[in-house]
């Protein structure tokens, strides 16, 4: 594999450190002990041109792709990963609206109609700054068994045709953005006759239509600046120019576009960077208060050189598994992104962990972001829909399957 960036990379994961260094990383810390949702950070974001960055480059965005946004949110969740996760919602629902759905086959009304619904939504992105959660996980008492399996919970929330677009009903956790974002790219399942897979629907609920609450606590252990509360949906009126996707093709692409399941493994990845960076800073005395008692001894150096081992061997499979992104990729790639994505999730725990040791107790303290990063780090193992669970079963149970 041959992994060089383009110049257009070059530029927009340039943009994105000096963000993360200079706007979001002086924010973080205040925003984790809060738990609250990083306004300021999406002001950023909006005024720096990023909330546009998979928005196609006719409609005023910068028109990256699968790979290039991967490579953006690495560098943004070196500032606030709570931030670069959140943010991972919005881009993924803009990807989905375009070069994800390059190759299906699909009537050419149906495509005309799409692409003109789409451009109506990312001037909207573009010219007022507006963004999308992405309420996907569901509780595990909904849905059918023979319905879309979304990170191994049943999918049940149900879209109603009704004379002017659909009434939808449903609940969701876990629902990142919660009351923050302006639309939230709601999957449901359209209820009439027929294969599950030709019902699905991506439709586009405003935070504030009749119906639509946000409930529960936040106060979590990691990720608290994500604001990720439940959703309910109770007899909410959408559209049909709602449809972010025309009907039958979410399901398609959670079928065949199974990289989209790693996306926010550049997050854990960014998250892996910071804390290395860190550690660096701290054996070489440059970190305020720590200076005085940095140990830098053989031991701390070999721990070091095994950080830096661990990060580069999950950076290096992460890059080549983002490269392989395509419609129906092959088991072999499929696997290998399953590989990418929990060696990511294991690294990120072990890494930071690792730091704090080297680091030593003050590393612990709140007034360095060391802490944050090892509580940020172990949301990883439970995030859907590839928990880390669920993507090692699979990965077995399809290794066991092909010989």
Known sequence: MDFHLSPNQRELI????????????????????????????????????????????????????????????????????????????????????????????????????????????????????????????????????????????????????????????????????????????????????????????????????PGVSFTGDWDPLGMRATVSRDMTLNDVRASF???????GVFGQLYQRQPHIFITFSAVFLGLMQAAYEFTISYLTGRIQEMSDIRDVTSGNGVALAEMLFTLESARALYYRAISEQRLDPSVECVQRARAAHVQIQRGAVQLTGEAIRICGGRSMLKRHPLERYYRDARSSAVMRPWTQDIATQEAWEVALKSR
């Open 241 to 247: 120019d709602d449809e972010i996707l025309p009907t």
């Open 14 to 209: 340039d943009l994105a450190r000096r963000l993360a260094v200079e706007c979001f990383t002086p924010r973080a810390s205040a925003l984790d002990n809060s738990a609250e949702f990083p306004v300021e950070d999406y002001q950023d974001l909006k005024a720096s041109g990023l909330l546009g960055l998979c928005v196609p480059k006719e409609y005023g965005g910068y028109g990256a792709d699968f790979e290039t946004y991967c490579l953006v949110a690495e560098q943004l969740a070196q500032g606030n990963a709570a931030t670069a996760l959140t943010f991972n919602m919005h881009c993924l629902a803009m990807l989905m609206m375009g070069p994800l759905m390059d190759g299906l086959d699909l009537p050419s009304d149906v495509v005309k109609r799409h692409r003109l619904l789409s451009a109506r939504r990312y001037n909207e992105v573009v010219e007022n700054g507006v963004f999308y959660g992405q309420p996907h996980s569901e509780p595990i008492e909904s849905g059918l068994q023979d319905q879309l399996n979304v990170g191994g919970r049943r999918f049940g929330t149900t879209a109603n045709r009704v004379d002017d677009g659909y009434l939808i009903n449903g609940r969701k956790f876990f629902v990142s953005s919660a009351g923050a974002a302006d639309y939230y790219a709601t999957p449901a399942l359209l209820v009439e006759e027929g294969p599950w897979q030709n019902r699905t629907m991506y439709l586009s609920i405003k935070k504030d239509s």
